[in-house]
């Protein structure tokens, strides 16, 4: 008889990997395990005496296809972003006008839809320190790797936008502290964002940075530093900890190579809506020649291949794992 408390291992007739493979219904890698992984890339991202950063590239994703490309390119992680969920998902502009339930379902989905940690952008937390240890406890049970919280009032707004109201820095370090409290596996990232240089300057930015990272930050976001001496200034004076830039095409920040962010003290660089802004333009490039031609045939090299598309959701996996399914209910039948 099975004793109480005692798990007991069951073999199937059918290979266990055609299961482990099928992402979103298989078992795959634990939320964990992402976190863990997160936090390994994120070590190597901050600059340390004598070694050289070894940078994570992280782009934004705002759907599960974008994330499923992030994968299959083969980056380390991606990135849910807020801007892009507002934009892509509601059809709305980034002024804090999606809420906490809303985040948390997507990026549920997201997390679900990958095998590489994802990190969400998780706004202001949705209100003060309570709000924002729920937000935690949410974002962790839908899997995220990791989150971010960032010091605007709300509503908030864009950080390539103007006109930035912050909350104390007092509050925030609160909030952040409360944030890491409220974890229930201490893998979990949480990165803190500043708006202070769009709302007091670079040197209001920095002090906050140090702050919050004392107040339990693993990874710090400074937010729009205009000039490449501004990133270098961050860089000195924040180094040891892993700093993220966000590289906005026509935003504030300078565009520089890979290795010149690197170079200036930057592990992580984000490239939140690169992938959303090609989609844009593809798309109507696509849509204008249906609308102008009436037909896609001379378009096909264009497109994802039938067979493209259907690999990348990993149909071959799925139906062989249900025709192994199937032929076991056939047996037990």
Sequence with gaps: MEKPGVSVSHTHPWDPSLTASLTGVGPGPSAHDKRLSLRAALAGA???????????????????????????????????????????????????LISQTEVVDHAGRLSEATG???????DTGYGGPLSA???????????????????????????????HTLIPSGHMETKIAAA????????????????ARSAYGIDEAIERGRAYVAAGADALFIEAPRTVEELALVGRELAGTPLIVNVVEGGKTP????????????????????????????????????????????????????????SLFNLPAFSAAETALDQELGRVE
């Design 255 to 310: 565009q520089l190579e890979l290795k010149e962010y690197a170079e200036l003290g930057f592990g992580v660089v984000l490239f939140a809506n690169y992938l959303m802004r090609s989609m844009h333009l593809a798309g109507r490039e696509a849509l204008a020649h249906l609308r102008e031609h009436g037909e896609t045939a001379s378009r096909a090299d264009r497109m994802a291949s039938w067979q493209e598309r259907q």
């Design 46 to 96: 901050a600059a340390r005496p004598g070694l050289p950063i070894e940078p994570l590239v992280l782009p934004g994703a705002t759907d599960a296809l974008g994330a499923r490309l992030i994968e299959q390119a083969g980056f380390a992680a991606v990135y849910a972003t807020g801007a892009g969920l507002a934009n892509a998902v509601y059809g709305l502009p980034d002024l804090g």
């Design 180 to 195: 890491c409290d409220a974890r229930a596996d201490d893998a979990l990232v949480i990165i803190a964002r500043t708006d």
């Design 116 to 122: 590489i940690p994802l990190i969400c952008d998780a």
């Design 133 to 163: 240890m729920r937000t935690v406890r949410l974002l962790e049970r839908a899997g995220v790797a990791g989150l971010q919280l960032e010091d605007q009032e709300m509503p908030k707004r864009c950080g390539h936008f103007d006109a």
